[in-house]
């Protein structure tokens, strides 16, 4: 039998992204296995969940280094320790140096609570709310070392309503940031997406768009089926 495919998720605060990858490999719905859990916040809920699946964890602080450099060296230096076939930044809140992400390209995306490329950064669903536009969402990209700039997998849209506000919408997005990542997961798991020399690959063929989430948590290429 061939190895599981491993996981490093990388997350600095409650780790509910990481939940819904823990129970979709419980329920069978991902066939990997988290390597290993890394954080830059000793205290993230993310670690303790990590622990109470009996997963291995690690912190690294920031300000115990003298550099990002350094912190990054040590960081990833556990995750390469883990051997991961995928790097998932499931809510890590630091941005990543380039020659880290040079080191793991195309084994490393990002969920990211917005439709990218529009509102990058931080307090996305406040830059959705004071633009005014009628969609939102979220996108799993690849990380590059341009902040939330890496080639875009796929998405999942949700509405802005009326009298939506920050917690509202955020609430919203991330009801859907679950399934999205669990849906993009199982095409990395299953090698079907890759990172080609111009893009987003799937099953081989260059994608023009990103790929979709449809209500049933299914991902469609949306210029073959519309929603």
């Known amino acids: 039998m061939p190895a599981p495919y491993r996981i490093a998720v990388l997350a600095s605060g409650r780790g509910s992204n990481l939940q819904a990858i823990l ?5 069978g719905r991902l066939d990997a296995q988290v390597a290993g ?5 000793p205290a993230a809920p993310a670690l303790e969940r990590a622990r109470a699946a009996r997963i291995p964890a690690f912190a690294a602080e920031p300000r115990d280094f003298g550099s990002r450099d350094a912190h990054e060296a040590e960081l990833f230096g556990h995750v390469a320790r883990a ?8 809510g890590y809140m630091r941005l990543i140096g380039a020659a880290t992400v040079e080191a793991w390209t195309g084994r490393m995306v990002n969920i990211h609570p917005s439709l990218l490329p529009a509102f990058k950064g931080l307090h996305t669903h406040r830059q959705a709310l004071q633009a005014g536009v009628a969609e939102h969402g979220c996108s799993v990209h690849y990380v590059t070392a341009e902040l939330d700039g890496g080639p875009v997998v796929s998405q999942a849209r949700v509405p802005v309503l009326p009298g939506d506000d920050e917690p509202a919408l955020a609430a919203r997005v991330l009801g859907r940031e679950h399934p999205l990542l669990v849906a993009t997961l199982r095409l990395l798991v299953s090698r079907r997406v890759q990172l080609g020399p111009s893009g987003v690959l799937l099953d081989g063929e260059p994608l023009a768009a990103p790929l979709r989430l449809d209500s049933a948590g299914v991902l469609h290429r949306p210029d073959l089926q519309p929603d």
């Open 23 to 27: 129970d979709a490999i419980t329920t």
């Open 37 to 41: 859990v890394f954080s830059d916040r």
């Open 83 to 90: 051997e991961p076939d995928l790097v998932v930044c499931a």
